[in-house]
């Protein structure tokens, strides 16, 4: 898997990404420690708001920022974002109010809005065999698990000797060292699109998404994604420390056991990916979830305390190794259903509407979860996630008879 960071243009930018990934993770515990100093035992009404802003600048700016920038070079615009990514972290430091945070925040996730769909739509071009770029995108889902493992412990081992403040500015050198190895790589030559009025280039991602059947099976996998990840995110804690009533340690170790299952999948992917279809891996993922979603359910309803948490510690592990089969594979079915002028809002598509299921899911999993309490909750997950299921196997059926993109 290794190999693939043999070629420099994409070593850099993987690098890129790793450290930007560390700078957000450390923003992301600095920034509850902030929502703290300035609402104090309402941090968390802070903290829930800012998460609000992250999804909707996620699901609605994507796409208006890629049709702005549509015809720019893809380096200029990663290297913009970087920017305005640091110098939100600068100063953020130095808000007194929780509204200033809000619009901070606001500015940063549309500028990551804005990095992430053009970062992933310029790595096919970079590694146009289909092999390696297999291989990076495994390695590209093992620094997103790595990161939520390694940054909670950088931070921790950083308070030690420093203010929480501080973090912000390790944030900052990240987002710069990120911005020099992007300006140091060597991007491919990729043609602009040709001029078209802002309208057409805004909806041009979801009309190109929509028009290909393999893309709206795609929609109904991100569906089911969102339904376990959202149990998994928002109840993880109320579990652990409500329900069962342990210790804080293990609310980490069962989101631990999660990512560990997507690291064991993400490592084996590429190999399996060489021999099985993608989407049968994905197909298989996704059909596992709403499964073990309901094992859950059976689990906290029918189990004692005991073999209740060992139960759970198995399920999330497995929930994780699914979702990485489902996740993992999916930017080759946006890369063979697009041509490089078409690539970048393809990908800012599939970044906003799969944030769309979360927008949906992420408040369903909480909100109903305090009101029905988690089994129920996780019975009507399952159901959304059987029905995202559904819509993927229709689509992906129909899908045979279509024609190859012209690119």
């Given at each position: 898997?290794?190999?693939v ?10 690098s ?19 929502a ?7 941090a968390?009404?802070v ?19 890629t049709?702005?920038?549509?015809r ?8 913009g ?18 509204w200033?945070?809000?619009i901070?925040?606001?500015?940063l ?34 620094a997103?698990d ?5 940054s909670?412990l950088?931070?921790?081992?950083l ?5 929480y403040?501080n973090l ?6 990240g ?10 790589a ?34 109904g ?14 109840n ?11 210790p ?11 990512g560990?299952?997507?690291m ?11 021999a ?19 094992a ?32 993992t ?5 946006l ?7 078409s690539?970048?809002?393809v990908f800012?598509a ?5 944030h ?17 309490g ?10 959304i ?6 819509l ?12 190859p993109?012209?690119?």
């Amino acid at each position: 898997m290794l190999a693939v960071l043999r070629n420099p243009t994409y070593a850099r930018l993987f690098s890129a990404q790793i450290i930007a990934l560390l700078g957000t993770g450390l923003l992301t515990v600095a920034l509850g420690l902030l929502a703290y100093d300035i609402a104090g035992s309402d941090a968390g009404i802070v903290m829930g708001t800012v998460m609000a802003i992250k999804m909707v600048a996620y699901v609605l700016v994507s796409p208006v920022t890629t049709a702005l920038v549509s015809r720019l070079p893809a380096r200029r615009v990663l290297i913009g974002a970087d920017l305005v990514r640091a110098g939100v972290a600068v100063s953020l430091p130095f808000v007194t109010e929780a509204w200033q945070t809000y619009i901070l925040i606001f500015l940063l996730q549309s500028a990551s809005a804005t990095f992430t769909p053009t970062f992933q739509a310029v790595i096919p071009s970079v590694l146009p065999d289909e092999r390696e770029y297999t291989r990076a995108l495994s390695l590209s889902r093992l620094a997103y698990d790595l990161e939520s493992l390694i940054s909670p412990l950088l931070a921790a081992a950083l308070l030690t000797v420093m203010a929480y403040n501080n973090l912000f500015f390790g944030t900052v050198i990240g987002f710069l060292v990120s911005a020099a190895l992007v300006a140091l790589a060597r991007f491919p030559a990729i043609q602009a699109p040709e001029p078209a009025p802002f309208l057409d280039r805004l909806t041009r991602g979801t009309r190109a998404y929509w028009a290909r059947l393999e893309l709206r099976g795609l929609l109904g996998v991100n569906l089911v994604v969102a339904t376990t990840t959202a149990m998994v995110i928002v109840n993880t804690v109320v579990l652990v420390q409500a329900d069962l009533g342990r210790p804080q340690q293990d609310v980490a170790l069962l989101l631990a056991a999660y990512g560990g299952g997507s690291m064991v999948v993400a490592l084996g992917l590429p190999r399996v990916l060489d021999a099985v279809p993608d989407r049968r891996v994905m197909l298989a993922g996704a059909a596992t979830l709403p499964v073990l979603l309901l094992a859950a359910v059976g689990a906290m309803t029918g189990l004692d305390a005991g073999a209740q948490w060992a139960g759970l510690l198995v399920l999330w592990a497995l929930m994780g190794a699914a979702t990485a089969a489902v996740l993992t594979p999916s930017a080759r079915l946006l890369r063979r259903n697009s041509t490089e002028q078409s690539r970048p809002s393809v990908f800012a598509a599939q970044f906003s509407l799969s944030h769309a299921c979360f927008l949906l899911t992420y408040p369903l999993a909480g909100l109903l979860g305090a009101r029905i309490g988690l089994p129920a909750v996780g019975l009507v997950l399952v159901g959304i996630g059987a029905a995202g299921l559904v819509l993927t196997v229709l689509a992906w059926r129909r899908a045979e008879g279509q024609p190859p993109v012209d690119r």
